[in-house]
């Protein structure tokens, strides 16, 4: 997953009800988008992250080509995320070793810290430098995932006449394109929400440090306010969009559906943050409070959604902007994507920015 290669690539990512590529490109020292699409994917060919309909699904990339906006996708090369529910990332904390021991090490400590077989995996890791200097012990952030799980994306890229150079967890990716510069002296948490689920990510120093998720999600929001209205689930996303969390409109009911599921999310990310206090790895933050929260996904949209969790988790949180280790400036380069959009591309984003190495 951690794999070096130095060939061009664009990103694509993979999820329930979507498919999103992107691609990069350089001009001296400048970065641009070179092209970009987004195709909704039929219901039943992947479900939960796992892929029902290898078929299917490869005929559909093979025609989204056709769709991408600005130039034309010539290369094959892709970078490919898996889905964040079904890996394991750890930053472990070894005695200092030779470099050609630590391979082991790893090996060993990643099987005693999942509950598969090391055979039953695939797993890679990197070295990562801490904030804080530590003399007596090397820090390998590891990312390990079913190989059950992988092998259809793999046949499914293959199928559809792609070359994949690289299979990232979705988190390290969606961190690549909202951490400026790949660095946070503090920790910071990316709630990233999706239409099926919601990724809580946190970052400090230079790795992703804590990763989990939740079902409470666009969808589940959406289902949320047709069962309290008792209208379709066309009627009930037009209300999450054009009302939200506004108090002020409709007797505030819209609100008032949107709220346990969302209270059910504080709860989790209150939890999480309590995790990482106590738990996280000091030598990676001046501090183990959350500094800020991150919102980036289709979700994160979600009018007044950033005041409430602001609110009721007393943290500052702000949308995310994927463009933030992109654009230097040149904005008329970038093919027509509304920023309110681009949110939805983080993790898309963030692997075209691998696709550039």
Not at 16 to 40: H, P, Q, T, W
Not at 120 to 142: G, S
Not at 337 to 346: E, F, K, T, V
Request: charged share 25%; proline share 4%; glycine share 8%.
């Amino acid at each position: 997953m951690f794999n070096f290669l130095k060939q061009d690539a664009f990103g694509i990512d993979l999820s329930d009800f979507s498919v999103k590529m992107a691609r990069l490109k350089k001009d001296g020292e400048e970065i641009f988008l070179d092209n970009y699409c987004r195709c909704e994917i039929p219901s039943g060919l992947i479900e939960y992250g796992e892929i029902k309909e290898v078929d299917e699904l490869a005929e559909l990339i093979k025609k989204i080509f056709l769709t991408a906006k600005g130039k034309s996708i010539k290369t094959r090369n892709c970078i490919a995320s898996l889905p964040e529910t079904e890996a394991f990332i750890q930053l472990l904390k070894l005695p200092k070793m030779k470099d050609g021991e630590i391979a082991e090490a790893v090996k060993w400590e990643t099987e005693n810290n999942i509950p598969l077989s090391i055979n039953e995996v695939y797993f890679d890791w990197q070295v990562i430098q801490p904030v804080k200097k530590d003399l007596e012990h090397t820090h390998v952030l590891v990312a390990a995932i079913s190989k059950k799980q992988v092998d259809p994306y793999l046949a499914v890229f293959k199928k559809a006449g792609l070359n994949p150079l690289v299979f990232e967890v979705e988190s390290i990716a969606t961190a690549r394109s909202l951490i400026r510069g790949g660095f946070s002296s503090e920790p910071v948490m990316i709630v990233d929400f999706g239409a099926r689920r919601t990724s809580f990510i946190i970052f400090s120093g230079s790795a992703v440090q804590f990763t989990a998720s939740s079902p409470i999600s666009n969808f589940s929001l959406i289902n949320d306010i047709a069962q309290f209205f008792d209208v379709s689930e066309e009627e009930a996303r037009k209300l999450k969009i054009e009302i939200g969390l506004d108090r002020s409109r409709e007797d505030g009911r819209v609100f008032e559906a949107l709220k346990p599921g969302l209270e059910e999310l504080v709860g989790k990310a209150k939890n999480y943050m309590d995790f990482y206090r106590t738990h996280g790895l000091p030598d990676h933050s001046e501090t183990m409070n959350i500094s800020k929260i991150i919102l980036c996904g289709g979700g994160a949209n979600l009018a007044g959604l950033a005041a409430f969790l602001e609110n009721e988790l007393t943290v500052s949180v702000e949308l995310g902007n994927p463009w933030v280790n992109i654009l230097k400036g040149s904005p008329g380069k970038i093919p027509e994507l509304p920023y309110d959009q681009s949110i939805g591309y983080a993790t898309v984003l963030g692997l075209a920015l691998r696709g550039l190495k």
